[in-house]
């Protein structure tokens, strides 16, 4: 059924298919994160199986119903209603009828387009608040394609001034189209640290990818994390936290890839990340760390976003940018324990533990401490952390740091410091 706005406010058209009156389940939340091109099967029915029989929400601004049957009917999951709404213009974002939609829902849908529709469209208004709500108090599942994966993390390529190549981006970190956005927009659980690229079998988006998160990390010294995705891939995160990876592999050469800075690096920032000059992010070769994961049908594939570490399959890689180029090579299973380094003046031995740290740090220290400061990956000083000293082990309180990579320097009373890496998770 076609239910358009009303013809003298024509600012967006309904498509609905299944049953128009409203139910209400008890959907099981996550994140699917669709690449492009034709959607994976298996990933679209770990969606649907996540609204837990109940309604489906299809947001776009533009095209049709191409996703009314697909979701309601051809994919054999069974639930309570389909309907796309297509904006046709940002005013959209105010009307009663789309909030009342998004307050039904137990599934929302971004499709493809152009993201900087969906962030001007509804970044700021009720609709990003109404979604937001639901993702936090019924649990909603959310997923989205192209356009629709880009806007899915906290941080997110808004396309403003429309698509960039690698080539432009790594040659200028600052170029007028690299626009990296860190505005409140979308929130969702383990895809809060995070930016997201797609059509990845593009070999040219791996540059950017690897600019946007050195832009993340000198702009807002956070030392953020990539998702990425080929074309007829997805990557589906449960409310867990356990992301897997959807595909046509072994038939098709179908990945997911797992874009992180070096949390081995005493110093995780690029070398040179400034306008108007190419890119430096090299340390030695290893300046970010990637996990390539095959995508198969049934989602067998996994990693584990808890620790950022835990793989059940996939390759590891090492990417750095030199002077602007960008380059790949194999590398080993990071271990971000090694984080912990030896803050000099020969006080060798000392080490951060549990790392990474949930609610608190201990550092056996031996030293009566004066003050213990927290930097992050910038070494800008964020704070000083409550703590406490007792038998020679400092223990300090970082729960209320967001998740990400940081320094802790602990003065003594005699002048001495100590400098360790950790990982808040």
């Excluded at 007028?176 to 927009?185: E, R």
């Excluded at 946007?212 to 030392?223: H, W």
Aim: overall charge negative.
């Amino acid at each position: 059924m076609l239910f358009p706005a009303l013809a003298f406010c024509q600012s967006y058209t309904s498509y609905f298919t299944g049953s128009t009156a409203d139910i209400s389940t008890n959907p099981t939340g996550g994140a699917c994160l669709m690449g492009g091109a034709s959607e994976d099967d298996g990933a679209m029915k770990w969606f649907l199986q996540r609204a837990s029989g109940g309604d489906i929400l299809v947001l776009r601004a533009s095209g049709s119903d191409g996703y009314n049957d697909y979701f309601y009917s051809d994919l054999g999951v069974a639930v309570n209603s389909v309907e796309t709404i297509v904006f046709n213009s940002a005013s959209a974002s105010s009307e009663a009828y789309i909030h009342q939609k998004i307050q039904q829902a137990e599934a929302v849908w971004f499709a493809g387009g152009d993201q900087w529709d969906y962030v001007s469209y509804w970044r700021g208004t009720a609709i990003d608040s109404l979604i937001n709500h639901a993702i936090a108090e019924r649990n909603i599942v959310i997923g989205g394609t192209s356009a629709g994966m880009a806007i899915l993390g906290k941080y997110y390529f808004s396309a403003q001034n429309g698509t960039v190549t690698s080539g432009a981006a790594l040659n200028n970190p600052y170029d007028a189209k690299v626009t990296v956005d860190a505005a409140a927009f979308l929130q969702n659980g383990f895809l809060g640290n995070v930016v997201t690229d797609t059509h990845f079998d593009n070999p040219d988006r791996r540059g950017r990818l690897a600019v946007f998160l050195a832009r993340i990390i000198t702009d807002y010294g956070v030392a953020a994390k990539g998702i990425a995705c080929d074309e007829y891939t997805a990557v589906c995160v449960d409310d867990n936290g356990i992301a897997k990876v959807f595909g046509g592999h072994p038939t098709y050469d179908d990945n997911a890839y797992f874009v992180q800075a070096n949390c081995e690096l005493g110093d995780m920032a690029p070398e040179s990340c400034i306008p108007n000059s190419p890119l430096n992010w090299n340390h030695g070769g290893v300046a970010l760390r990637v996990l390539k994961v095959k995508g198969t049908p049934a989602g067998t594939h996994s990693f584990d976003l808890n620790d950022w570490e835990t793989a059940s399959d996939g390759e590891w890689l090492n990417w750095s940018v030199s002077n602007g180029t960008f380059s790949e090579h194999n590398g080993s299973p990071i271990d971000c324990a090694a984080l912990a380094t030896d803050g000099g003046e020969g006080m060798a031995g000392h080490i951060v533990f549990p790392n990474p740290a949930t609610g608190s740090i201990r550092v056996k220290c031996g030293l009566p401490a004066d003050s213990v400061e927290v930097l992050d990956v910038l070494g800008r000083k964020i704070g000083v952390l409550q703590w406490a000293q007792s038998g020679g082990e400092i223990e300090a309180n970082v729960q209320q740091l967001a998740p990400g990579n940081y320094f802790l320097t602990i003065k003594a009373v005699g002048g001495e410091r100590i400098n360790l890496g950790f990982m808040k998770k």
